[in-house]
């Protein structure tokens, strides 16, 4: 009999953490994870932006996003089942389909209801070497519009060397700062955080350490 109890707690306590753990989950905050999939890889020229709204979708804010989204329900969402799967049918050739980080970043998103949350990670403000920090900031945000296959503005941000120039010619700072004189950056997109802004200030200004 006590055999029994000793499984039944040990398996509540199993049960217990893979819940925890899923809520607390560093992927599915709306503004830094989640919002950057859709204006990398959906609001290009032509796409699903506040211009164009292909489809009747507007991917650039938290608002326009959730009339695919229903909270707690990827299945019953219509913006889960264009990009889940092995084929799906969204983004459209020739843009790549999402990683499946990404997909399953947003599907944890909606299962954990759909909040508009953000800041739910305190500032790193002593991290910003390459490939520590700035090359996830750059995926995260700026490479589904600026590698080989999609040079936006002819910067390629998905590689070191690619970073560099864009930043040795000031454009890269002066673009996510929304300086006069620069396009701002993110396109289509709402500005960087202040923490993220200043990491790459910062990594310019150490001379890019790797
Ligand atoms: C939705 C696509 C898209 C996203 C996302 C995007 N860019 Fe761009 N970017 C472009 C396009 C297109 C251009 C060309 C200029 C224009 O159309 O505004 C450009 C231009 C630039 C330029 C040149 C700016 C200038 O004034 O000449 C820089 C630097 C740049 N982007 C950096 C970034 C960074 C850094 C990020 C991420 C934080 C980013 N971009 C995110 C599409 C994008």
């Given at each position: 009999m006590k055999k029994v109890y000793i499984l039944l707690i040990f398996s509540c306590m199993l049960l217990l953490t893979t819940c925890?753990?899923?809520?607390?989950?560093?992927?599915?905050?709306?503004?830094?994870?989640?919002?950057?999939?859709?204006?990398?890889?959906?609001?290009?020229?032509?796409?699903?932006?506040?211009?164009?709204?292909?489809?009747?979708?507007?991917?650039?804010?938290?608002?326009?996003?959730?009339?695919?989204?229903?909270?707690?329900?990827?299945?019953?969402?219509?913006?889960?089942?264009?990009?889940?799967?092995?084929?799906?049918?969204?983004?459209?050739?020739?843009?790549?389909?999402?990683?499946?980080?990404?997909?399953?970043?947003?599907?944890?998103?909606?299962?954990?209801?759909?909040?508009?949350?953000?800041?739910?990670?305190?500032?790193?403000?002593?991290?910003f070497t390459y490939g520590n920090r700035i090359s996830t900031t750059l995926q995260t945000w700026c490479v589904g519009c600026h590698n080989s296959n999609n040079l936006g503005g002819g910067f390629d941000l998905s590689n070191y060397n690619g970073a560099v120039s864009a930043a040795e010619n000031n454009k890269l700072l002066g673009s996510i700062k929304h300086l006069s004189g620069f396009s701002a950056m993110p396109k289509n997109g709402a500005q960087l955080s202040i923490c993220e802004i200043s990491a790459i200030e910062k990594w310019i200004n150490k001379g890019f350490p790797q």
């Open positions: 925890i753990s899923d809520i607390s989950s560093p992927n599915a905050c709306f503004n830094e994870d989640v919002l950057p999939i859709f204006i990398s890889n959906c609001t290009y020229a032509g796409c699903h932006n506040a211009t164009e709204k292909k489809a009747d979708y507007n991917l650039t804010s938290y608002e326009a996003i959730m009339k695919g989204i229903t909270p707690k329900h990827p299945l019953q969402s219509e913006i889960y089942n264009t990009i889940k799967g092995s084929n799906p049918s969204m983004p459209q050739t020739p843009y790549p389909m999402l990683s499946k980080k990404d997909v399953y970043t947003i599907k944890t998103w909606i299962q954990m209801g759909a909040r508009n949350t953000s800041n739910c990670k305190t500032c790193d403000t002593t991290n």
